[in-house]
């Protein structure tokens, strides 16, 4: 092999190998690139210059993903059967909507019955099945207030 050869193959090898990061970086991207939808809560008050203030439940859905999302609903799994049912919905208004990258929807509830601590956990689903759920600790912080509200 002469000094050209071996600099031929060096080469050619470094290509080969670049040429693979790169189609593992194009395949990963691929698969992650999709609608993401952000499911938060809290509890506070709201008043407009006529009333007094009263206790809310606001929830937001934001979309932080690449990829719009079409959302179709929200609901959550209870810890224990409720007449023999484990999964409730809540009626959003305004859903479903098409969520593009960056949007958000908010919903805003005076009835606060879909919080309790038989919750297991709140999820956002797509028109295609997929659950977005809220984090676990958003959701026991939302129990928590609750309780503090109601006493």
Do not use: C
């Not at 959003?92 to 919903?107: F, I, N, S, T, Y």
């Not at 509830?109 to 600790?137: H, P, Q, T, W």
């Amino acid at each position: 092999m002469t000094q050209k050869d071996i600099i031929t193959l060096i080469i050619a090898g470094y290509a080969a190998l670049i040429s693979t990061l790169v189609f593992i970086w194009n395949v990963v991207n691929t698969i992650r690139d999709k609608g993401k939808i952000r499911v938060t809560g809290f509890f506070g008050f709201t008043t407009n210059i006529y009333d007094n203030p009263y206790e809310v439940l606001y929830y937001e859905f934001v979309n932080y993903g690449t990829k719009a999302v079409y959302l179709a609903g929200f609901g959550g799994d209870f810890t224990k059967k409720i007449d023999g049912m484990s999964r409730f919905l809540i009626n959003v208004p305004g859903l479903p909507k098409k969520l593009e990258p960056g949007d958000l929807h908010q919903a805003v509830f005076e009835n606060f019955e879909s919080i309790d601590v038989n919750v297991r956990r709140l999820y956002a689903y797509d028109s295609i099945g997929n659950k977005f759920y809220m984090k676990r600790k958003t959701l026991r912080k939302l129990i928590r207030d609750k309780d503090s509200i109601r006493e």
